[in-house]
């Protein structure tokens, strides 16, 4: 069976998915995954820093060995919010591909696209469904595959913490202010859907899965328990409301929490309430599928680069 990989080099997280493709079924063989905050100073300086480009790079020469290692015969690295704003980019990508990993960087429209596409692969479809993408750097909705079923939010978590910074512990007040914008964004971002009703908030990515993980108190994280997982609105809101009383040092104590997503947590939460709010919809479901299997989908059937 062909060995095949995807990466997502996201403006928190770079993630690498290498698979066996069977016929129609794609088999997982390895999942690895890194935070290096590649965005985090990007609304400061308009550029990756130093020390981001630096550790991304690392991540993606130990990607490349183990690909090279696991026989893989062809993969796809795609850039997202980050590369597509960062000045430095060119840079980035050129010593990337220097050391054996060719970045495609995509748009948003891609973007939304391939997460709805990775998606179903691990959540059935019903008639209603939204999908909502919380990145570090954008945040992606989408009603289908097409093109005009999606939208882009210039709006992530490590982006709002940027513009919002909240204290440790957040007062009060900085709550409010995130979860206005929040609202405002969102209400204003998705004009495109209209006032339509939707059954179901389909959310991926690491605030998704990060809530539905401590929300079942996981101490060792199984995305075959995340996959599907609901989460009632009141649950999500009771999150909200604890994470933002708590330092990052006592999030971090809590099952279910990955390091280094502790102060992104809380306005990822935040901008889930408002999502909901948006929608009417009194819960989420999570997916721990999205953009990097919509990516891997394509890898060899719509070209992809070779090993």
């Known amino acids: 069976m062909p060995r095949l990989a995807a990466i997502d080099l996201g403006t928190n997280t770079i993630r690498m998915l290498v698979a066996e493709r069977a016929g129609s079924r794609t088999l997982p063989v390895v999942r690895r995954r890194q935070i290096v905050g590649l965005g985090r100073r990007l609304r400061e300086t308009g550029r990756i820093g130093a020390a981001e480009f630096a550790s991304a790079i690392e991540v993606l020469r130990r990607f490349r060995r183990e690909m090279d290692r696991l026989g893989v015969l062809r993969?796809?690295?795609?850039?997202?919010?980050?590369?597509?704003?960062?000045?430095?980019?060119t840079a980035f990508l050129a010593e990337a591909s220097d050391e054996g990993i060719d970045i495609d960087v995509i748009t948003p429209a891609e973007e939304a696209s391939l997460t709805w596409k990775g998606i179903r692969a691990a959540v059935a479809g019903k008639p209603g469904d939204v999908a909502m993408d919380i990145g570090g750097g954008s945040t992606e909705f989408a009603v289908g595959p097409r093109e005009g079923q999606s939208v882009s939010l210039p709006t992530g978590v490590v982006v709002l913490s940027t513009l919002l910074p909240l204290s440790d512990p957040p007062k009060p007040w900085e709550l409010r202010a995130v979860s206005y914008f929040a609202e405002r964004r969102i209400e204003d971002g998705t004009q495109r859907f209209g006032r339509r009703r939707f059954r179901r908030l389909i959310g991926t990515a690491g605030t998704f899965t990060t809530l539905a993980a401590m929300e079942r108190g996981m101490r060792r994280y199984d995305p075959d328990r995340i996959n599907g997982a609901t989460i009632g609105g009141a649950a999500v809101r009771r999150w909200a409301d604890r994470l933002g009383k708590m330092t990052d040092a006592q999030r971090l104590r809590v099952p279910g929490m990955e390091k280094g997503r502790e102060r992104y947590v809380v306005p990822g939460v935040l901008l889930i309430v408002a999502a909901m709010e948006r929608f009417r919809v009194n819960g989420v479901t999570v997916s721990d599928a999205g953009l990097l299997e919509g990516i891997l989908a394509g890898v060899g059937r719509n070209g992809g680069e070779g090993a």
């Open 75 to 89: 993969y796809r690295a795609c850039g997202t919010a980050c590369l597509r704003e960062a000045g430095n980019r």
